[in-house]
């Protein structure tokens, strides 16, 4: 491509654009406004391509970057890590600058990634980090190119899973990982779908192949091929990858046949990018405005009569509203006892632990009956926070119940809503309705504080210098024993009643999140039936305009 066909193409594209973002301004299409505003700064910033690596959490993301940069860069464990999304890039000295939410920026050293990027290091993003941007020297063969770490997809355990989710939109090149133990699962499938809205370069990355056997990866991969071909009906190249065994073969292979083209070839690429979200974006927009024309083209009567068949009573918002509120009590009842089941089965064993660690330590302790009760409460509170802090930690998945059934209840509320509202319309106006942006976002509440119970019911020790040490110490060394069991069931109760409340509240969040997009798509389709009158031309031409512009760039496409 010359240089005055790429500017040529860019031109198109913008002008393309700004016909889009007329016609959305006009006949008020909220659901578009997000990849408009996206493709806008393509356009404006001309920015590296995002190589972004994609997927469900735990299917070695960072692994796989860390392998690709020959070091550790990145923070990886065996529960998911990363919370915020992380750009790496070439730069002539390493370096690391974290920009927060409210546009400050803070330059940090490297091994001080984990406290910004890591649940970890900063859970629930505590620190309101936007993104984190990386320049290493040993990118320097992949200029115009940057990696991209970000959130796993599809898990109610992960922090910040919306972070990645409105992301989406903005990716250039996506690598999605699968790991071989799990391969291809639904939220895969839904995520390569979505993704083919956004770019046209969509690879498919098959991690830890160590645990197959060469037969067992053969047949992996050829169940894959024909699951995309059947789901997606299309092709996507699939690049295998591992830690353990051949790890340079498989890198250079990935290095050679993505990475460098996409940097060799980086210009092309870009414009073949921008073009791919600009008439997805325009398909999706007529899409819109022939429901506003055929909506255009009735009577005021007759308008009235489709406006009712579409959103029929099945479709009412005060009937959906209705629904949700009722998957959000029946789940947020169930929150407490879900997770006493669980926790009441750790009660014993974590008893025991501190007994017996009891036991240990108590010989140790030195002084009257005032300095033994402080060591006392000081140790209770130090062990009893390690344990529930590492309950909290470890067993946390068990607690997600309840957010897991409301999360799939919304979302099956949600798709009925969808296909019943576009059988409607293909039904009434014979269109089909266009893929929407919306989703359920799911975060993970944040981990609960530890509260100590009193040694003493009233203040006894306070007596220490009536108390011979010599003849008691035993006794009350059985007192503080006895105390461990009370202790463990009242703050197992507290750590319940705490994830309660940050579950529940999280339940609530995301009924609000889908009575909105139910509440959005109703007010965009009366919208479009209602501002249509009277425009028939202007929508008819807007149409056009946008088919042909559409055309122009598909025939930039081809060639």
Known sequence: MTEATDKQSLLKAQALLFRIRDACNRLHIPSLKQRIDICSSLLDENRPIDAAILGQFKAGKSSFINSLLGKPILPTGVVPVTTVITRLQYGPVERAMVTHFDGSRLEIPLDALPDFISEAGNPDNVKNVEVVDIELPVLEDCPGLRLVDTPGMGSVFKTHMKVAQEWLPEVGAAIVAVSSDRPLSENDLD???ELTRHTPNVILLLTKVDLLLPDQRTEVVQFLEKTLEKELARKLPIFLFSTRVDTDRYLRRIEMEILLRLSLYRDIEFGNILRHKVRSLASSCINYLEIALKGALQADCERDEIRRRILDERLSLTVIQEDLMLITRENSRQTRTFIMQHLGRLEQPLREKLEENLRRDLPRWKGNLWRLTRQYEEWLAENMTVALEQISKTENRHFLGTLKKANGSFDRTLSSFRALLGKNIETVLGLRLAEADWRIEVNEPGHPDVGITRVFDFHFDLLWFLIPMLLFRKLFEKHFLSLIPRSVEMN??????????????????????????????IATIESLLAS????????????EILKTQ???MDREGGR
Request: charged letters at 35%; proline letters at 0%; zero cysteines.
């Open 191 to 193: 995520l390569i779908r």
């Open 492 to 521: 197992l109760s507290r750590l319940g009643a705490q994830w309660e409340g940050r579950i529940n509240a999280t339940i609530e969040e995301m009924r609000k999140q889908a009575a909105e997009y139910v509440r959005d798509e």
């Open 550 to 552: 559409r055309a122009g």
């Open 532 to 543: 249509s009158h009277g425009k028939t031309a202007e929508i008819e031409k807007l149409i």
